[in-house]
């Protein structure tokens, strides 16, 4: 009689494409991706104000929603300064034989108007309420999803994006979660208004500041210069490799937000596996405790992701905004940031929920080092104790595993500031088992998609360590993960 061990392992010796078959699925990725791909998606004249750093006001805008079902309706509001009329292309993003997306829409041309600069609100948020430039009624069949708007001003031929995700509500084997709480967190459109500014401090950690969704994206702020990053968040920074790699290989995935998280707690039980990807820091105690009522159900998480489930976050759906107002851990425990020990530390922590969370001095990088190399995770990788994958954690990483019964740690190393100079952080890669076979990885770095692939345009992050880009070793425990998610983890129906 086979046991549910050796059952497990069976399936983990298949292909994900045969266990699909298997089970009668079609592939609506794989067919999605066979359509013609374009790499017109991409922004070729991008333009920025210095006068504020991170603004394109030529042409700038956002939709009226972070993610829409196929058959619903989305609005985009649009500014451009001075007037002019303007065009919009919407494209999903995808592999389309390494293209990297597929053109669905084209809506034509637009008179432009120069939408007024809104005000600064309580606590310093910004809330445009433009009026509607256009919008489209996304086709009932729309495969879920990641999908950017570009925007051009015939004027002049400056772009910009906005973007949005559709989602469905099919079952499937993983949920991309996008992190665009966090994209948000960062946005410091018009000029220094993002979670992080105060009026005070270029970098501040604490309380009463609020940042909405009723606004555009402002070029990437932070660690290095990303054109493509104007309008779309830190989509393309750290989570568009993984979606591209997964799509590659006709991985059966759908797409949702962080505020899907927050508000759909049943629906996180339509994945076999969710996924957390990139720089995923701030969740509402709403998301903990529906993430953590999947994994008592049986869902697998993967967190692809660093400094992940950090920052706690109060929602306002009035102003589709939010704050923060505390922190997923400990006092102390991260060294404590400027003003961060001004805010409420208490259970449940992080690391309860993820394996293993930031810890101080949070910043820094590392190799992934291989700590057990006859763990199942390692599995075809050729890896011995002690190997590295160069420069893979970054720039902010997990540590400070938490006392989870059945908690594996499979890689660890110190952390240092640059090549040779330790910072006193350990990072660790952990997995811990869930209570229907299925499990919980923590890769523990924002630069995990790195070492997957290196899509159209894609720029490498370079700051305390060097990530060195698709690894085979790091793909193959990608693999491992996915395939025992999915594995062990129960079909719903």
Not at 168 to 192: E, G, I, M, V
Not at 457 to 468: A, F, I
């Amino acid at each position: 009689m086979h046991t549910r061990r050796q059952t497990i392992q069976t399936l983990a010796s298949l292909s994900l494409a045969t266990l699909a078959r298997a089970e009668g699925k079609g592939n609506i990725v794989a067919e999605e991706n066979a359509k013609p791909g374009t790499r017109e998606w991409m922004l070729t004249k991008t333009r920025i104000d210095p006068a504020t750093k991170y603004r394109c006001p030529w042409v700038e805008g956002y939709a009226s929603a972070t993610s829409v079902r196929a058959g619903e309706t989305i609005r985009f509001h649009v500014s451009t300064r001075p007037s002019s009329r303007w065009t919009l292309r919407i494209f999903r993003m995808g592999f389309y034989g390494g293209d990297g997306g597929r053109l669905v829409a084209d809506l034509g041309a637009f008179d432009g108007v120069e939408q007024p600069e809104p005000p600064v609100g309580d606590k310093r948020v910004r809330d445009c309420a433009w009026t509607v430039g256009a919008e489209w009624k996304v086709p009932a069949d729309a495969v879920s999803g990641v999908y950017v708007g570009k925007l051009t001003a015939e004027a002049d031929g400056t772009q910009s994006y906005l973007i949005f995700i559709v989602r469905d509500d099919r079952k499937c084997d993983f949920l991309f979660q996008c992190s665009d709480h966090t994209w948000q967190a960062y946005n410091r459109w018009p000029s220094q208004f993002s979670l992080y500014d105060d009026g005070a401090n270029e970098w501040y950690w604490g309380g009463g500041v609020q940042v909405g969704f009723r606004r555009p994206y402002g070029k990437y702020c932070q660690i290095f210069d990303a054109p493509l990053s104007t309008g779309s968040g830190e989509w393309f920074l750290w989570e568009f490799p993984f979606a591209f790699w997964l799509e590659q290989h006709g991985y059966d995935v759908s797409y949702i937000s962080n505020d899907d998280t927050h508000r759909d707690a049943a629906g996180l039980l339509r994945g076999r596996g969710l996924l957390s990807v990139g720089h995923d820091e701030y969740w509402s105690i709403e998301m903990f405790r529906n993430v953590q009522a999947a994994i008592a159900s049986g869902v697998s998480v993967g967190f692809f992701s660093g400094n992940a489930v950090c920052g706690r976050i109060l929602i306002d759906d009035k102003l589709r905004a939010f704050e923060r107002v505390g922190v997923f851990g400990p006092a102390g425990g991260t060294h404590e940031f400027q003003a961060m020990s001004t805010l409420a530390h208490e259970r449940p922590y992080a690391n309860e929920l993820i394996g293993a969370h930031s810890t101080g001095p949070v910043t820094g990088g590392a190799d992934w080092v291989c700590a057990k190399p006859e763990h199942w995770l390692y599995e075809g990788t050729g890896m011995k104790a002690g190997d590295g994958i160069a420069g893979l954690i970054g720039w902010e990483w997990h540590g400070d595993p938490a006392a989870i019964p059945g908690l594996e740690i499979v890689a660890t190393a110190p952390t240092q500031s640059s090549p040779g100079n330790p910072n006193g952080g350990t990072h660790t890669g952990t997995v811990y088992p869930g209570p229907h076979g299925n499990i919980v990885f923590n890769a523990g770095t924002c630069w995990w998609a790195d070492s997957l692939s290196a899509p159209p345009d894609y720029v490498r992050p370079k700051v305390y360590t060097e990530p060195k880009g698709p690894d085979a070793r790091a793909q193959r425990i990608t693999e491992n993960v996915l395939r025992r998610m999915v594995a062990g983890t129960p079909v719903r129906r």
